[in-house]
């Protein structure tokens, strides 16, 4: 098996790409397959720079990997099609030579007045197909000496002959058999009076040269493929498979997630941040947002593709053996981004701490707190990421070891605390002193032992505890907390709390 991923350097890689991806990739691991990356560069006026940059390294962090592309290199190289123009002219020539192509001189300014002349009379818009062919000056209507004389002396350009009358059916491993009239079908160009390639003549003729056997991608390209099947049929080569993915659609159902939606829905539709080199607006993206890449690859997975059994948490190698296009459904798939967030809180609490650390560190140094070891900041992780789904909320569930309680409390957290507590807070502080190692089980043993002998409410004490240490009413467990922010800190939160509240000093 030979797949591709072939995007068009004309932005930052919108997340239903990085799935298409994805798919593709999880196939060709699957079955020890190749995975190619073809950069299609062949319309100059929609290239972005930098966005080739991007898509490798989007799909890096999603730890989707290539054998061969322009970054890596191979058999087929150059893989970048605007590195490629030679190759498809040939073959464009060939095609007219074949009968299935011919040489158009038209202008911009004929195809213009054309289309205006065919609005006037209230048809329906004017393609250049089977029966408008006949009206434009082209090598089909043009005498031959006449078409020999434009060929040398002025720009033209290449077009597929669309044959009339006829039924293309083809099958999609998703879809089923699907099939298109010509009838509805243009003549498109297939090379430009600049001598580049279209997107239809240059993917084909690449995907034959580099031997792909399966061409999976976006619903959006199912209209092409009458065109597609065509043309192999032209050539007389033999025909890839064909899969098309369901449309990612946006949450409310409501149409097709677009690039344009940006972060106008609340979420990032970007992997990777992006800044728009032309117009410098910024969009967001998962990577930035706190995602682990193995959240992200697990929820996009899913989005179009249900597992056999009844299951939702996969890692990247677990997908690669549970994947399959049968399972693959027609109907676009909603985008949930509360659902993403939940597959990646799941993984935030398998990750091994080694790869969470770096993150969480320059995440620590970026908000300018104060240095900790990274012994403190793996055992901060353990603590909080019960209770984060992104990277960012796990320094917020810690914010009890950078920052102290704002006193007095506010309501309602005030009428939490515990007058008895208060009251024997001195003993407190007092048994706490008393204590050999400081460490979260010997902790809870003597503060347990104390409640009882007290005889208090063991979870008001807590409660007024936690109140007094961390200004919360929940979180990670006290011992825990106690532990991390050593004796003394413990003891100066205690003297603070009694100052401000007024409660006289113990010994
Ligand atoms: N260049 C096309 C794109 O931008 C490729 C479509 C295909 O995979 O054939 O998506």
Request: with cysteine; net charge neutral.
């Given at each position: 098996m030979?797949v591709r991923?072939?995007p068009?350097?004309?932005?930052p890689l919108?997340?239903?790409?990085v799935?298409?991806?994805l798919y593709?990739?999880?196939l060709?691991?699957?079955?020890?397959g190749?995975?190619i990356?073809?950069?299609?560069d062949?319309?100059q006026t929609r290239?972005?720079?930098?966005?080739?940059e991007?898509i490798i390294e989007?799909?890096?962090w999603?730890?989707i990997t290539?054998?061969?592309?322009?970054?890596v290199?191979?058999?087929?190289?150059?893989?970048?099609?605007s590195e490629?123009?030679?190759?498809?002219?040939e073959y464009a020539?060939?095609l007219?030579?074949?009968?299935?192509?011919?040489y158009?001189f038209d202008?911009e300014?004929?195809?213009?007045a054309?289309?205006?002349?065919?609005?006037?009379a209230?048809?329906e818009?004017?393609?250049y197909?089977?029966v408008?062919?006949?009206?434009?000056k082209?090598?089909?209507t043009?005498p031959?000496q006449?078409?020999?004389?434009?060929?040398r002396?002025?720009?033209?350009?290449?077009?597929f002959?669309?044959?009339?009358?006829?039924e293309?059916?083809f099958?999609d491993e998703?879809r089923?058999?699907?099939?298109f009239h010509?009838?509805?079908?243009d003549d498109?160009v297939?090379?430009?009076s600049d001598?580049?390639?279209?997107?239809?003549?240059?993917n084909?003729?690449?995907?034959h040269l580099?031997?792909v056997?399966?061409?999976i991608?976006?619903?959006?390209w199912?209209p092409s493929?009458?065109l597609h099947v065509?043309?192999?049929?032209a050539?007389?080569?033999e025909?890839p498979?064909?899969?098309h993915l369901p449309?990612?659609?946006r949450?409310?159902?409501?149409g097709?997630l677009?690039k344009?939606d940006?972060d106008?829905?609340g979420?990032?539709v970007?992997?990777?941040?992006?800044?728009?080199?032309?117009?410098?607006e910024?969009s967001s993206?998962y990577r930035?947002r706190?995602?682990?890449p193995?959240g992200v690859?697990?929820?996009l997975?899913?989005l179009?593709?249900?597992p056999?059994e009844d299951?939702?948490?996969?890692t990247?190698?677990?997908l690669?053996?549970?994947?399959?296009?049968e399972?693959?459904s027609?109907a676009?798939?909603?985008?949930?981004?509360e659902?993403?967030k939940?597959?990646?809180?799941?993984?935030l609490?398998?990750?091994?701490i080694?790869?969470l650390l770096?993150?969480v560190?320059?995440l620590w140094r970026?908000?300018?707190?104060?240095p900790?070891?990274?012994?403190v900041?793996a055992?901060?992780i353990?603590l909080?990421?019960?209770?984060?789904?992104?990277?960012?909320?796990?320094?917020?569930?810690?914010?009890f070891?950078?920052e102290r309680?704002?006193l007095?409390l506010?309501?309602p957290?005030?009428?939490?605390?515990?007058?008895?507590?208060?009251?024997?807070?001195p003993?407190?502080e007092?048994?706490?002193?008393g204590i050999?190692?400081?460490?979260?089980p010997?902790?809870?043993?003597?503060?347990?032992e104390?409640?009882k002998?007290?005889?208090?409410?063991m979870?008001k004490v807590l409660?007024t505890?936690?109140l007094?240490l961390?200004?919360?009413?929940a979180?990670?467990?006290?011992y825990?907390?106690?532990?991390?922010l050593g004796?003394?800190?413990v003891s100066?939160?205690?003297?603070?709390f009694?100052?401000?509240?007024?409660?006289?000093?113990g010994?």
């Amino acid at each position: 098996m030979v797949v591709r991923f072939a995007p068009s350097p004309t932005g930052p890689l919108h997340i239903g790409g990085v799935r298409t991806a994805l798919y593709n990739y999880l196939l060709a691991r699957k079955h020890k397959g190749r995975f190619i990356l073809r950069i299609e560069d062949t319309d100059q006026t929609r290239y972005v720079s930098g966005a080739e940059e991007y898509i490798i390294e989007a799909l890096t962090w999603c730890g989707i990997t290539f054998d061969e592309g322009p970054h890596v290199g191979g058999p087929h190289a150059p893989y970048r099609q605007s590195e490629r123009k030679a190759i498809y002219a040939e073959y464009a020539h060939e095609l007219v030579r074949r009968g299935w192509a011919y040489y158009a001189f038209d202008t911009e300014e004929e195809l213009e007045a054309m289309r205006q002349k065919v609005k006037a009379a209230g048809m329906e818009a004017f393609q250049y197909d089977a029966v408008t062919r006949m009206y434009m000056k082209n090598s089909l209507t043009l005498p031959p000496q006449e078409v020999e004389e434009r060929l040398r002396s002025q720009p033209y350009v290449i077009r597929f002959l669309m044959p009339r009358g006829r039924e293309v059916r083809f099958y999609d491993e998703i879809r089923g058999w699907v099939s298109f009239h010509t009838r509805e079908l243009d003549d498109k160009v297939l090379l430009k009076s600049d001598g580049m390639p279209t997107y239809h003549l240059a993917n084909v003729v690449d995907d034959h040269l580099m031997g792909v056997t399966h061409v999976i991608r976006g619903e959006e390209w199912l209209p092409s493929t009458p065109l597609h099947v065509l043309l192999y049929e032209a050539f007389g080569w033999e025909m890839p498979k064909f899969a098309h993915l369901p449309l990612l659609l946006r949450p409310d159902g409501g149409g097709k997630l677009s690039k344009r939606d940006g972060d106008q829905l609340g979420f990032p539709v970007f992997p990777l941040r992006w800044k728009d080199p032309h117009t410098g607006e910024e969009s967001s993206g998962y990577r930035e947002r706190g995602f682990l890449p193995e959240g992200v690859v697990n929820y996009l997975a899913l989005l179009g593709w249900h597992p056999a059994e009844d299951r939702e948490l996969f890692t990247m190698e677990e997908l690669i053996e549970a994947f399959s296009l049968e399972r693959v459904s027609k109907a676009g798939a909603r985008f949930d981004y509360e659902k993403a967030k939940w597959i990646n809180q799941q993984h935030l609490r398998r990750a091994p701490i080694e790869r969470l650390l770096p993150r969480v560190e320059q995440l620590w140094r970026e908000r300018g707190l104060p240095p900790v070891s990274q012994l403190v900041l793996a055992r901060l992780i353990e603590l909080a990421r019960e209770r984060a789904s992104l990277l960012p909320e796990l320094i917020e569930a810690v914010r009890f070891f950078y920052e102290r309680p704002a006193l007095p409390l506010k309501e309602p957290l005030a009428e939490k605390l515990h007058g008895g507590v208060i009251a024997l807070l001195p003993e407190i502080e007092a048994l706490f002193q008393g204590i050999s190692s400081w460490e979260a089980p010997l902790l809870e043993a003597k503060l347990k032992e104390w409640v009882k002998a007290r005889g208090l409410p063991m979870g008001k004490v807590l409660l007024t505890l936690r109140l007094i240490l961390t200004g919360e009413e929940a979180g990670p467990s006290l011992y825990a907390i106690m532990e991390l922010l050593g004796a003394r800190e413990v003891s100066q939160r205690i003297q603070r709390f009694q100052e401000v509240y007024g409660v006289p000093r113990g010994v």
